[in-house]
C-alpha cells in the first residue's frame, strides 16, 4: 500500500477484556513507533521498534500493554485487561531512516473505546 | 526533562493575514524539530523540520519554521493564511526522546 495502514479503525471493548491493534508500516520503513493521544491532547509515545527489535518501551503505562513486530514489518500493539482509561486513539507510524530525525508516516489511528 | 510547550490552545487569523504558531523547546543535545498537521478525520502530515544549518527552514503549503537556539523556539508561520489551512498544529521533538506538544487548534476566518 501506499500508506501506513492500521486496522480495526474502531474497537468498543468491554472492561476487562484483551484487544489487538495492527498496524502495517509503509513497506521499507525501518522504526515504527506506536503513540496514545486522548481527546484533545497531543499523541504520547508508547513503544519504538527498529526491524523487529523494540528499541524502547519506556511509554508504555503498564504491564498490561503489550507491542511487537516479530518480521520487521507489521506491528501489533496488545492491551490485556482494558481498563476505562485506555479509551483513546492510538496512532502508529513509520519512517524510512533509525535516526529521529527522519519524518514519521502516520496511520489513520484506531479508535478503542472501553466500556 | 525534555519537553515541547505549545503556549496557545487556539490561535485565529483572517484569510489572507500572516499566521504564527508559536512553539519552544527544552531538549539536550541538538535539537530534531518537526511540525506536523492534523485536517478532520485525516492522520497527522508532516510538515517541515529543523535538524541542522539554516534557522529558517521552508515546508509544505507555504508553511516555514523559524529555529531559534537562544528563544528554544521554533514557530511556525505562512505569509498569508488560507481558510483551508484550519487545522490541528502539532510541535514535536525526535531528539532522544520522541514529544509532542498538546497542539493548537488554528482557525482561518474567512
Known amino acids: 500500500g501506499a500508506g501506513v495502514s492500521q486496522s480495526p479503525r474502531y474497537k468498543v471493548a468491554k472492561r476487562g477484556q484483551d484487544v489487538a491493534l495492527r498496524c502495517d508500516p509503509i513497506?521499507?520503513?525501518?522504526?515504527l513507533f506506536w503513540y496514545q493521544q486522548a481527546l484533545g491532547q497531543g499523541p504520547e509515545f508508547l513503544t519504538y521498534?527498529?526491524?523487529?527489535?523494540?528499541?524502547?518501551k519506556s511509554g508504555l503505562p503498564s504491564d498490561r500493554f503489550f507491542a511487537e513486530r516479530p518480521e520487521g514489518s507489521v506491528s501489533t500493539l496488545k492491551i490485556q485487561r482494558t481498563q476505562q482509561e485506555d479509551s483513546a486513539v492510538y496512532l502508529c507510524?513509520?519512517?524510512?531512516?533509525?535516526?529521529?530525525?527522519?519524518?514519521?508516516?502516520f496511520g489513520p489511528g484506531t479508535r478503542l473505546t472501553v466500556l | 526533562a525534555q519537553s515541547v510547550a505549545q503556549p496557545e490552545d487556539q490561535v485565529n487569523v483572517a484569510e489572507g493575514n500572516p499566521l504564527t504558531v508559536k512553539c519552544t523547546y527544552s531538549?539536550?543535545?541538538?535539537?530534531?524539530l518537526f511540525w506536523y498537521v492534523q485536517y478532520p478525520n485525516r492522520g497527522l502530515q508532516f510538515l517541515l523540520k529543523?535538524?541542522?544549518?539554516?534557522?529558517l527552514v521552508k515546508g509544505s503549503y507555504g508553511f516555514e519554521a523559524e529555529f531559534n537556539k537562544s528563544q528554544t523556539s521554533f514557530h511556525l508561520k505562512k505569509p498569508s493564511a488560507l481558510v483551508s489551512d484550519s487545522a490541528l498544529y502539532f510541535c514535536?521533538?525526535?531528539?532522544?526522546?520522541?514529544?509532542f506538544g498538546t497542539g493548537t487548534r488554528l482557525k482561518v476566518l474567512a
Open positions: 513497506s521499507g520503513h525501518v522504526s
Open positions: 514535536y521533538s525526535g531528539t532522544y526522546k520522541y514529544i
Open positions: 529543523y535538524i541542522t544549518g539554516d534557522n
Open positions: 507510524a513509520s519512517s524510512f531512516q533509525t535516526s529521529g530525525a527522519d519524518e514519521q508516516f
Open positions: 531538549v539536550s543535545g541538538n535539537p530534531y
Open positions: 521498534f527498529q526491524n523487529e527489535a523494540q528499541l524502547d
